[in-house]
């Protein structure tokens, strides 16, 4: 069993900051790819930063040098650093990790946080 914690959401205005935070916990024998999607009402969940293992990043074009995704791999979280925030980065954001698990087997899992809300003001 693995959880996911997010935290970090909450209201700005725009043009502010928030950094948002996902720690996994549980049974994990090696963490790959830590992301973070977004789904803003009536839309589609879209990816909006990754990062991989070895520190390799991939960003939405929209959010390309405002935000900056990170990782800590000795404690299993993964950070999102949003500047320059804008209203339509309003949204519930889902942290995603993709991880593997040995025991008896070796297992890969992909999991999804809670979500947490980002609300943008104009």
């Known amino acids: 069993q693995v959880d996911l914690v997010e935290s970090g959401g909450g209201l700005v205005q725009a043009g502010g900051s928030l950094r948002l935070s996902c720690a996994a916990s549980?049974?994990?024998?090696?963490?790959?790819?830590m992301g973070w999607y977004r789904q803003a009402p009536g839309k589609e969940r879209e990816l909006v930063a990754a990062v991989a293992s070895g520190g390799i990043t991939n960003y939405a074009d929209s959010v390309k040098g405002r935000f900056t995704i990170s990782r800590d791999n000795a404690k299993n979280t993964v950070y999102l650093q949003m500047n320059s925030l804008k209203p339509e980065d309003t949204a519930v954001y889902y942290c995603n990790v993709d991880l593997i698990v040995i025991s008896s087997y070796i297992r890969r899992y992909n999991y999804w946080g809670q979500g947490t809300q980002v609300t943008v003001s104009s």
């Open positions: 549980g049974s994990i024998s090696r963490i790959n790819a």
